[in-house]
């Protein structure tokens, strides 16, 4: 069974400056890829890289515990509770 490549519709283009140009070329040689291949397959890498990111906010592990343990800490709110002892100002019908 063979697979099958997505149907490739949209083109990109970019102007590079000659250095940047023959950097791709040259990585593109060194691991055996079309400049093309080469490029559309590192700009999806950082692609995927980026928006994986947007769904995270990373930060060490004593801290994400520490923020947990405070979430099972009871917090007086003498403001709400204030608030909540009051005579509603509104009757449900």
Known sequence: MTKTSPL???RLEARLDP???D???E???LVGQSRSSFVVA???ERAETVVARGDRTPMPARQFD???ASLDQADPAPRLAAAFAQE????RV
């Open 8 to 10: 490739r519709t949209r």
């Open 19 to 21: 250095e940047t140009d």
């Open 23 to 25: 950097l791709i070329a």
């Open 27 to 29: 990585a593109a040689r």
């Open 42 to 44: 590192s700009a999806k």
């Open 66 to 68: 520490a923020l947990i």
């Open 88 to 91: 509603r100002v509104f009757e």
